[in-house]
């Protein structure tokens, strides 16, 4: 079969004879290009001298011009600065030299003064760019070039003539005429075909050398002056372009000292007669080259074409026998030609070799069938799969195993076995191993394609070729379910109730070790409580041991029910169950609280009547309770289910069917807190709460407000702080029932001053839980109009953690009451989350200052910073402004200078009973009237 691509002898052959030509080609190419780059740099160079003679001639020339000015300075005429006195001697200087143009000074207003060729009064060089440059300069300026009044271009140099303390007298200046750079131009010396132009950057041509007749006035062309100024901007002032004829020359741009941003001299040397030489040398080159070359391709396809022609047609025909199987093929009629001997030897091995390796593959193809079988015949599951996970072989085993047929496993990953519970860092440990070229060893989690679960003990090993590299993954894979369940069940036997299935003593014990480990390391305490069920002898003794392990059985579904998955529950005796519940807080207070509402929770849902037969009839049981807290390694295992044991031996010893914590100061905290807890019950009940109103006064001094604010006086007629009672009610939720009480009694209220005084304003507050109550907008709209109030008297006061919470439905509910003409107050800002991106949401009419704030902001820079920064962002908000907790003349009238118009604190008023308000509520007589 003819491959595609291919290409004849012949063609081959010219190849050849190219290859062998282009390295002499490019020899000549590179020598070429070695000799025009050698020729135009040895005309670079020249053109870097003739610019750097240029730049001496013009160096001299400045020079004279410099030496003129010194003259002129140094005379004793300018001692005076005399008009007379300065024009006559500029005059005698012009008659000396004819270059010069003319001579003179003006004042250092730019009024000229002096001239050597017209009246000084009618001139004015202020806006002489050689004249601002003398202000400052301490020698001669550059040139600047002009066309003077008569019409005349020249070149004006500038040289500041000071005083003794350096102080500008005049400025003298010279114009020299453009004769002088004619003679500038012809001073350069330039070689024979060179030219030199000295050229304004605007394009007038102002010196040529040579100088054809009637250059003069002439206009460099815009595309060459472009060109000029480009090679000059340039890193390297010299580059090739075309010349007034046409001709291609190398040019040299460098700006004249002494006139850097007017005039530039460009220098051009002929380049197409230095380089022509070398161009006519190559191609006279290239021609012999070209001659020997086809001279040379023609004696070679005539001698050698034949005979590899013969010689490859043998080749042909024996390496087809090979080819079609005839291994014993070789080559006997040998070439005379010792390189295609090599290749003739090189055929006849490789038949031999082919041969040998034709004998050892079907050897090899038999071990690789009986290895087939043994692989076919295993229990074992084996999988070969490619480097990318797709399964190329599975055996019979695989096929009974996972029960997919071998053509729904080959080309699938492995992974359709998945069942998603072996653990992900199973698989990352997996292809880890593999990846540094080792046998991986694991377990897998699997599922047949009927669903049925499996575990598989793998093996799982790289398959790489002769040079190291991966081609494949062997596994071989061992079904060990039934040694696994087995396993578990010793465990469970070990470690777990077989009656309620929790964890049993053993069991509870490893869990309260790794409590106190964890509460060690997290500072946080943890709860350990044992609860007895009341009186179970006598149920085992009367219903039998039956209804004895339906009760504990139902008592442990229960307890799974009150409480979290990470909590731990286990039977701890016959009828003792334990509960360790971690991460109950830092504080200990709060720990207590948390641990009673959950002792509370387990113990009523635990006295809830159980049905034990199928009769339907309710058995009551009560449980005692005891409680012990731990925070860190303070006590070991032992003593903590000691301190619980004798926690509820109190329990049971105090009557049963009670919670007992184990320390007295702990029970004391609870004892409290329950007391607390059934005083505000009983308070609400009883209508035992009160109302006090604190005024609010504006920047006059004059009552416009009030904030209701809750006491309670306990039975003994102590008063109860609210700091103390408050988190009680937060806790119990009483108070959600307490909050709808105060806006009842604070509308009630505010209905009778608003008959006395129409825009009084009452605020109450309002806490986070009873905000988010779901029917809290109606309880409002409900309080409203039962009292008949202004909505527009009535101030919601929030505080931060209010809006920490859905902030749309918050908005959505203020929104809500503000339509009613209610408003609302941020209160205590600063103190807590204060975030700007939530009070540009949020509706608020009102920002209320903290007291810590106003207390210390005369004594400490940060607080006055706050309170200073609050009122600014209420003014940009349009926010008002109250100031609570103004105790004295000084923090009001510090808060009244920064704009507070509102106030609030004992300067004027503490809370008061409503029995010390008058009818009308502006009328309160205050502390601070004034």
Request: hydrophobic residues 45%; charged residues 25%.
């Amino acid at each position: 079969m003819r491959i595609s691509g291919t290409t004849s002898l012949n063609l081959r052959l010219w190849a050849v004879i190219a290859l062998a030509v282009v390295p002499v080609f490019l020899m000549v190419l590179i020598d070429y290009l070695a000799q025009r780059t050698e020729t135009t740099r040895a005309i670079e160079a020249d053109m870097i001298r003739m610019l750097a003679a240029a730049g001496e001639e013009e160096d001299a020339a400045r020079r004279a011009v410099s030496n003129v000015f010194r003259v002129i300075a140094q005379s004793d005429n300018l001692r005076t600065l005399d008009p007379l006195d300065c024009s006559g001697i500029a005059q005698r200087l012009l008659g000396t030299m004819a270059s010069f143009h003319n001579l003179g000074g003006a004042l250092p207003d730019g009024k000229v003064f002096c001239s050597g060729t017209a009246p000084p009064e009618a001139m004015d060089v202020r806006e002489r760019r050689w004249f601002r440059h003398a202000l400052d300069a301490d020698g001669v300026t550059e040139g600047e070039y002009l066309v003077g009044r008569d019409g005349i271009p020249a070149m004006e140099f500038g040289y500041p003539l000071r005083g003794r303390h350096g102080e500008l007298r005049a400025v003298l200046f010279a114009s020299i005429s453009l004769d002088w750079f004619r003679r500038l131009v012809a001073g350069y010396r330039l070689p024979a075909g060179w030219e030199a132009h000295l050229i304004t950057t605007s394009g007038r041509v102002l010196a040529r050398h040579p100088a054809p007749d009637g250059w003069q006035g002439e206009e460099m062309p815009g595309t060459m002056l472009g060109t000029f100024l480009r090679i000059r901007q340039g890193a390297m002032p010299l580059s090739e372009a075309e010349d007034f004829d046409g001709h291609r020359r190398l040019y040299g741009v460098a700006p004249v000292s002494f006139a850097r941003d007017t005039l530039f001299v460009v220098i051009g040397a002929p380049l197409e007669s230095s380089l022509s030489a070398v161009d006519l040398s190559f191609w006279r080159r290239v021609a012999l080259l070209l001659t020997i070359v086809l001279v040379s391709a023609g004696v070679a396809r005539y001698f050698i074409y034949g005979l590899v022609d013969r010689w490859a047609t043998q080749m042909r025909e024996a390496i087809g026998r090979i080819a079609a199987g005839r291994l014993d093929t070789r080559i006997t009629r040998r070439s005379r030609v010792r390189e295609l001997n090599a290749v003739e030897d090189g055929v006849n091995r490789m038949a031999a070799e082919l041969e040998r390796r034709d004998a050892e593959l079907a050897e090899r193809e038999d071990e690789l069938r009986r290895l087939s079988m043994a692989m076919e015949q295993s229990a074992a599951t084996i999988l070969i799969t490619d480097t990318d996970a797709r399964i190329e072989y599975v055996n019979e085993a695989a096929i009974t195993n996972t029960g997919y047929s071998r053509d729904e496993l080959l080309g699938h990953n492995p992974r359709i076995l998945n069942s998603g519970r072996t653990p992900a860092g199973t698989y990352v440990d997996m292809w880890t191993t593999l990846g540094r070229g080792e046998v991986w060893r694991g377990e897998f989690h699997n599922t047949r394609k009927d669903g049925s679960c499996f575990v598989e003990a793998a093996t799982i090993a790289p398959v790489k070729r002769a040079d190291g590299v991966v081609t494949h993954y062997v596994a071989v894979k061992e079904d060990i379910t039934l040694r696994r369940q087995s396993e578990e069940l010793l465990h469970r036997l070990a470690y777990y109730d077989p009656l309620t299935e929790l964890p049993n003593r053993a069991m509870l014990h490893d869990r309260l070790q790794h409590a106190l480990l964890a509460s060690a390391q997290s500072g946080t305490y943890a709860m350990l409580l044992l609860l007895d069920v009341d009186r179970f002898k006598q149920l085992n003794d009367t219903q039998g041991h039956a209804a004895g392990d339906r009760l504990l059985k139902e008592i442990a579904h229960r307890l799974r029910h009150a409480l979290h998955d990470d909590d731990t529950i286990a039977r701890h005796g016959d009828d003792d169950f334990a509960v360790i519940v971690e991460h109950l807080g830092d504080r200990l207070s709060e720990a207590l609280i948390r641990a009673e509402a959950l002792a509370k929770q387990i113990h009523q849902a635990l006295n809830v009547p159980y049905q034990l037969d199928d009769a339907g009839r309710r058995h009551y049981a009560t449980h005692s309770i005891g409680v012990t807290l731990f925070q860190g390694r303070q006590w070991s295992e032992e003593n903590l289910l000691k301190q619980v044991e004798v926690a509820l031996y109190m329990a049971k010893n105090e009557g049963r069917n009670a919670i007992r914590f184990f320390s007295p100061k702990m029970q004391a905290l609870v004892d409290a807190h329950a007391a607390m807890e059934a005083g505000l019950r009983d308070a609400l009940a009883g209508q035992a709460l009160q109302l006090f109103y604190q005024p609010q006064v504006d920047q006059h001094g004059r009552v416009v407000g009030a904030e209701a604010l809750i006491r309670w006086f306990g039975a003994d007629g102590r008063l109860v702080p609210p700091a103390e009672f408050i988190p009680v009610a937060e806790d119990t939720g009483l108070i959600v029932p307490i909050g709808q009480w105060v806006l009842d009694t604070a509308c009630a209220q505010l209905a009778v001053w608003q008959a006395l005084a129409p825009g009084f304003t009452l605020a109450v507050n309002v806490s986070p839980r009873q905000f988010h109550q779901p029917d809290f907008v109606d309880q409002v709209i409900a309080s409203v109009k039962a009292s008949g109030i202004d909505p527009r008297g009535l101030e919601l006061e929030l505080t931060e953690s209010v809006i920490l919470g859905d902030l749309d439905e918050t908005i959505a509910r203020m929104e809500q009451l503000r339509t009613l003409g209610l408003r609302f107050s941020l209160d205590d800002f600063g103190t807590g989350y204060s975030s700007l991106s939530y009070l540009k949401r949020l509706p608020f009419d009102q920002l209320k200052i903290d007291q810590s704030f106003v207390r210390d902001m005369l004594n400490d820079a940060s607080s006055e910073t706050i309170v200073r920064a609050i009122l600014g962002m209420s003014a940009s908000l349009g926010l008002e402004v109250q100031a609570e907790g103004v105790e004295t003349a000084a923090q009001r009238d510090f808060l009244h200078a920064q704009g507070c118009r509102l106030f609030q604190g004992y300067l004027f008023a503490r809370p008061l009973p409503l029995a010390q308000w008058p009818e009308n509520p502006c009328a309160l007589q205050l502390a601070a009237a004034d």
